[in-house]
Antibody, heavy 125, light 109 residues
Framework: EVQLVESGGGLVQPGGSLRLSCAAS????????MHWVRQAPGKGLVWVSG????????DYADAVRDRFSISRDNSKNTVYLQMTSLRAEDTAVYYC??????????????????WGRGTLVTVSS | EIVLTQSPGTLSLAPGERATFSCRAS???????LAWFQQRPGQAPRLLIF???TRATDVPDRFSGSGSGTDFTLSISRLEPEDFAVYYC??????????FGQGTTLEIK
């Protein structure tokens, strides 16, 4: 069974930096888009960033663009989220998720099929 | 950006009853891009339904999804104790952002 395991969370001061990692137990890791989704305490899910299987394309939510950077090392089956200029509002559990896809005659379906357990980032002085 | 609005905010039902969750999109979306997730307290989200109506692996058949255009529905035919959780719809379109609804909490009555 494929698993995603996040690490790297912790307490950081406003303006600080942190790098999250997500390791996949999956030999076909490079075939998949990988994404980060976060959840502030007591709040809903918010998409943060995504990266294509070969790393050639990256996407960001407006709230983190220019402060966060997503990357991956397919030789290590790991995706990263480098977070800089952190703010109190970045406090959240950060989940790593794998994008699945299924194609039928009429449509292509894409969905977050697999999730890690998350890692907590707390931005506070 | 497509906004997803879920209703109700909270649903209070008893085990054995039927639950119905609504997800309305601010503009028409492809059915193939609409998914539903369950999140139990302290756990990661779990994929239930993708493509608006296809159950994910190992999801019991009491869960079903339907809808098209701007209106989508998740139904649970007979509630089990483990079904009491928060439910989110989500749209994965051709371009970001990939938005979630704000969630519906299913609580025990």
């Amino acid at each position: 069974e494929v698993q995603l395991v996040e690490s790297g969370g912790g307490l950081v001061q406003p303006g600080g930096s942190l790098r999250l990692s997500c390791a996949a137990s999956d030999v076909t890791f490079s075939n998949y888009w990988m994404h980060w989704v976060r959840q502030a305490p007591g709040k809903g899910l918010v998409w943060v960033s995504g990266i294509e299987g070969d790393g050639s394309r990256t996407d960001y939510a407006d709230a983190v663009r220019d402060r966060f950077s997503i990357s991956r090392d397919n030789s290590k089956n790991t995706v990263y989220l480098q977070m800089t200029s952190l703010r109190a509002e970045d406090t959240a559990v950060y989940y790593c998720t794998r994008l699945g896809a299924r194609t039928t005659v009429t449509t292509v379906m894409r969905y977050f099929e697999l999730w890690g357990r998350g890692t907590l980032v707390t931005v506070s002085s | 950006e497509i906004v997803l609005t879920q209703s109700p905010g909270t649903l209070s039902l008893a085990p054995g009853e039927r639950a119905t969750f609504s997800c309305r999109a601010s503009q028409s979306v492809r059915s193939g891009s609409l998914a539903w997730f369950q999140q139990r307290p302290g756990q990661a989200p779990r994929l239930l339904i993708f493509g608006a109506s296809t159950r994910a692996t190992d999801v019991p058949d009491r869960f079903s999804g339907s809808g098209s255009g701007t209106d989508f529905t998740l139904s649970i035919s007979r509630l089990e104790p483990e079904d009491f959780a928060v439910y989110y719809c989500q749209h994965y379109g051709r371009a970001p952002p990939y938005t979630f609804g704000q969630g519906t909490t299913l609580e025990i009555k």
